[in-house]
């Protein structure tokens, strides 16, 4: 071997330990989310029959929510945590807003921007097999100044200026009966300010994980049917026991329990996570 050829095989060896020792090979992954009716694409102007308990019929008005720590598992347990693409509108840190309506319809909140997915680097493996992540922001972001916050924070449909904070999950659909049905998911029994801090009675956090995930062939379906199965959609408040139609998380509402189970939580305030159930949230 020349002079020259030892020279330069010196040179590389280095170089190729070095990126030998630089670790795994980064992807992007995009986690896909599906809301449906059973089996049917849930949209905008469109009825859906056979909901809840009275079997009622309903029409799509809104549907977002926020989901953080979106983490991939493989096989063996490993956990990756997607870092997310920081794209100005739908994606900040490791939070992103998910809006399901397109401003067509009964969806006169919306606009025609719509966010089913979830976008972000991971190591590149073939095994991932499981995928978590949480629902809303986490109690010591919750109560930030909407107005101010950069996006995806920014979204007045998702500031809940009752309770302070923000709604989790929003999803008002419209029945026969009721013009509006709501859920609104969230941090509940909350006094204080921006300035001051809150106490909340319910942080109300929610984590799913899901078995049987591969990012690059499976979606997560966000069934209403599930969602609605213990409730009846057509039921007018008696403004004794129930105020509103729906659930906005409040620890007497006779409708949270039916909706909370779904997310493994409890209505009261002494509540926390249990099991969750595969009713709302499924892979397909």
Known sequence: MSAVLK?????????????????????????RFSPQVREQALACGTSYTDIGTSRGVIDLVDFR???????????????HPLALDQDGTWQRDNL???DFV?????????????RAEVVGTAPEHDDYTALEFKLGLPPERNHLNGPIEPAPLNAPQMWWSWQGGFKFVKLD?????????YFHLGAAGCTG??????TCGADNQVTVLLNGFNPDTNQV???????????????????????MPGCMSGANDPEC????EHFGLTASTSGGPQTLPATFFRVR
């Open 221 to 243: 379906v966000l069934d209403i049917a599930g969602l609605y199965s213990g409730v009846d959609v057509e039921r007018v408040p008696d403004g004794v026991t129930d105020s």
């Open 102 to 114: 397109d401003g067509t319809g009964e969806c006169v909140a919306g606009n025609p921007g719509v």
């Open 173 to 181: 659909v419209r029945s026969r009966t009721n013009e509006l049905f």
């Open 65 to 79: 929510a926020y989901v953080r720590d979106v983490t991939l598992v493989r096989a063996n347990g490993e956990r």
């Open 7 to 31: 020279s330069a095989s010196w040179w590389l060896l280095p170089s190729l330990l070095l990126m030998q020792g630089c670790g795994e090979s980064e992807k992007t992954y995009t986690v």
């Open 96 to 98: 992103a807003l998910l």
């Open 257 to 260: 329990p039916l909706f909370f």
């Open 193 to 198: 300010s921006v300035a001051e801090g809150y």
